[in-house]
């Protein structure tokens, strides 16, 4: 009903978003929908603007980074260009787990702040802050990169999510009614997929009609296959998905199942949304005025063409300013235009995250995709979890009613070995379930083998 979405949109949401203080997000969505359609040279401009108002605001107000800024010899205003960033050291969790107060910018009321933490995927949940006004610029970003899919506050929005803290609390009838009347949000969960609830899922979501789906990638394939199976009928639009890695063979079949195209996004708990797929599904665009985007080899050094380390620098982010950290993904930064012809760069590939590589008996970290993809060519029917316990030694979980045949064995292991390019030993172990992690993520591959690169 678009009638009812432009009528939200217009009375109820701005009012339930003022009542809580975050009415700032529709104006900046204005602002960022003018912003994407700059040149190159105007949005390096911006970004240029808030690097040196933001490394004014570090210098001033964050002991740690003034502490930096003496170390290198510098001070705010002799930074030229964004590629001065290279003099400042990388930003680790272990670091901001060590200088927190250092890094909290004293001028901002500790009250002021809002407080949230990663999930823990990659280890110990790190507590962080951000202020404010940064939190609204990241909801309008998140919305702007949903404009592109036809997506206007107000409108229909379904999530299948694997995060409980983000779900909108529905247990009372006021907040059933902002629901319905304000936020329009939706949640399937891992509960409403589970055999005894799945018809009535179902049924719930075939009149939903939702504008747009958000999902983790392992949630809704699982529900799209079963879907599938069951020889059930759901549709839908357009889905983002997002918090995982997306194989190809995932979005075959969800397109397919939901008749719906589908869009990756990448984000990561401490900075939001970072980029989004245009319509063009060649790369992620970024919107380059808020974030700076690094890759770096293993020694620090800019990877160029090649995947390397992403070093995110936000911003926004004034009550904890983060510069140079690293998030713990391997990305490889497109430089070439982007068809669709927005100017706004783009990431390349999401070559997976860096506690998801695999550790060669030599220290290299390579992809764990290469894995993954002889797993697929086995042609196996079963659900599958890879762990690196050792340089050649693997145990490989799988969910199946029987066990694997000695041919489909023989033929991982040999995949494996030409993979890790020496002989490996796998346990196969077949289990009645693998966990999600903490973080409601579900992990392909796991290494418990270190690498200077893990973090
Ligand atoms: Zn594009």
Not at 194 to 215: G, H, I, M, Q, Y
Request: hydrophobic content about 40%; some cysteine.
């Amino acid at each position: 009903m678009p009638f009812l979405s432009w009528l939200i949109r217009r009375t109820t949401l701005p009012m339930y978003l003022r009542h809580r203080g975050e009415a700032g997000q529709l104006s900046y969505l204005d602002e960022f929908a003018r912003i994407e359609k700059l040149s190159l040279d105007e949005i390096n401009q911006i970004q240029l603007h808030a690097f040196h108002k933001l490394m004014q605001h570090a210098y001033r107000f964050c002991r740690y980074y003034r502490e930096i800024f003496r170390d290198i010899g510098a001070a705010p205003w002799d930074l030229n260009s964004i590629g001065d960033l290279q003099k400042f050291p990388v930003l680790t969790k272990e670091l901001i787990r060590e200088n927190l107060d250092g890094i909290l910018a004293k001028n901002i009321d500790p009250r002021r702040r809002l407080r949230s933490a990663t999930g823990g995927s990659t280890g110990r949940p790190l507590v962080f802050y951000r202020d404010q006004t940064c939190r609204e610029k990241k909801l309008a970003m998140q919305l702007n990169f949903m404009r592109w899919y036809g997506f206007l506050p107000g409108d229909k929005h379904l999530f299948f999510w694997g995060a409980a803290r983000d779900y909108d609390r529905l247990d009372t009838f006021k907040a059933r009614i902002v629901q319905r009347a304000a936020t329009r949000r939706w949640f399937v969960n891992m509960n409403d997929l589970k055999t005894e609830n799945f018809d009535r899922t179902v049924e719930r979501l075939a009149n939903l009609r939702p504008r747009l789906v958000s999902a983790y990638p392992n949630i809704i394939y699982s529900f799209a296959q079963e879907v599938e199976k069951r020889n059930k009928r759901v549709k839908f639009d357009k889905i983002v998905v997002t918090a995982e890695q997306l194989f190809e063979h995932q979005r075959e079949k969800i397109e397919k199942v939901f008749g719906a195209e589908v869009f990756e996004q990448y984000g990561s708990r401490e900075f939001g949304t970072i980029a989004g797929e245009c319509l063009y599904h060649d790369g992620l665009h970024y919107f380059a005025p808020g974030v700076v985007l690094e890759t770096v080899t293993e020694e620090g050094r800019p990877s160029g063409e090649n995947p390397g380390n992403l070093l995110v620098t936000d911003l926004w982010n004034y009550a904890m300013p983060l510069i140079r950290y690293q998030v713990g993904d391997l990305v490889r930064l497109e430089h070439a235009p982007c068809k669709c012809g927005c100017e706004l760069p783009r990431v390349g590939a999401v070559a997976g995250r860096v506690v998801d590589a695999v550790i060669k008996p030599g220290g290299e970290a390579i992809a764990g995709q290469a894995l993954i993809a002889v797993i697929r060519k086995s042609e196996i029917d079963a659900q599958t979890q890879i762990i690196q316990k050792g340089p050649v030694e693997f145990v490989l979980n799988y969910v199946s009613g029987r066990k694997l045949p000695e041919d489909k064995l023989s033929f991982i292991r040999s995949g494996f070995n030409s993979v890790m390019e020496n002989q490996v030993k796998i346990d196969f172990n077949r289990v009645d379930k693998i966990e999600r992690d903490r973080s409601g993520k579900f992990r392909y591959i796991k290494s418990e083998v270190r690498s200077p690169l893990k973090i």
